[in-house]
C-alpha cells in the first residue's frame, strides 16, 4: 500500500508541473551538465534555475532552500566572475584542486554555521506563521549547498561530496512539499554529481 501510495503521488504530482518548475528543473539539469564539463555556462544557465527557485521555494514554506537560491544567484555571479578569468597567458586563473586540511576544518565550520543559523530561524517561522516548515531538513539540505556552491566557485573537488549530500536531502524534501518534478531534477543532479565527481577526479590527474 505505501509504495502504491509513493506511485499515485508521484504521477499526481508530475501532472501538476508547472511550465515554470519545469524551465527551473532543465535548467538546473543543464547547468550541472556544465559543472560536470568545466564549462562556464554552468552559471547562466544556473541563474535561471535559482530565480525561478526562489520563487517556488517561497510559495511552498521551504524558506531555507529560498535562501539557499538567493546565494547560489549571488556565488553564480561571482563563480561566473571568477571562472573567465585568466593569466597573463591566457590561461585558467583557478584550476580543479583538492582541499587542504585548512579549507576542510573551514567547509566543516561554515557548513554546521550555517545549519545551526538556518535550522533555528525555520523553527521561528514554523512556530510563527508557516506550519509547513520542515526546519532539520531543510537546514541539511540548504547547509550543504551553501557548502558545496562556494566550493564549486573555487573549483574544489569536494563541492560534489556537498552537492550529493544536498540531493538526498531535496528528493524526498520537495517530494513530500508536491514539487514531484523537482524531486525527480534532484535524482537526475544526484547521478549527475557523482559522475561529476569522478570527472574533475580524471581531470586532476592529468594535470598532475
Not at 34 to 60: A, C, M, Q, R
Not at 156 to 170: A, C, D, G, H
Not at 171 to 178: A, E, H, M, N, S
Amino acid at each position: 500500500m505505501l509504495v502504491l501510495s509513493i506511485y499515485q503521488s508521484f504521477i499526481s504530482g508530475l501532472l501538476a508541473t508547472t511550465p515554470l518548475e519545469a524551465i527551473g528543473v532543465i535548467a538546473g539539469i543543464v547547468s550541472v551538465y556544465f559543472s560536470k564539463k568545466e564549462h562556464v555556462w554552468v552559471f547562466p544557465t544556473g541563474l535561471v534555475n535559482t530565480i525561478i527557485y526562489i520563487y517556488i521555494s517561497i510559495k511552498g514554506s521551504l524558506w531555507g532552500e529560498a535562501s539557499v537560491n538567493v546565494y547560489y544567484t549571488i556565488m553564480s555571479v561571482y563563480g561566473w566572475y571568477l571562472w573567465t578569468r585568466k593569466t597573463t597567458e591566457h590561461h585558467q586563473l583557478i584550476n580543479i584542486t583538492y582541499s587542504s586540511r585548512n579549507e576542510w576544518v573551514q567547509q566543516l565550520i561554515f557548513f554546521s554555521s550555517i545549519y545551526i543559523i538556518i535550522f533555528f530561524l525555520l523553527t521561528y517561522v514554523q512556530q510563527s506563521f508557516a506550519e509547513g516548515a520542515i526546519p532539520w531538513a531543510d537546514a541539511l539540505g540548504s547547509a550543504s549547498a551553501y557548502t558545496g556552491m562556494w566550493l564549486m566557485a573555487k573549483k574544489k573537488i569536494e563541492s560534489w561530496f556537498w552537492w550529493i549530500l544536498t540531493n538526498l536531502v531535496s528528493i524526498p524534501l520537495y517530494f513530500t512539499k508536491g514539487y514531484v518534478f523537482t524531486s525527480v531534477q534532484f535524482l537526475c543532479l544526484l547521478i549527475l554529481a557523482i559522475a561529476g565527481l569522478m570527472e574533475w577526479r580524471k581531470k586532476i590527474k592529468l594535470i598532475n
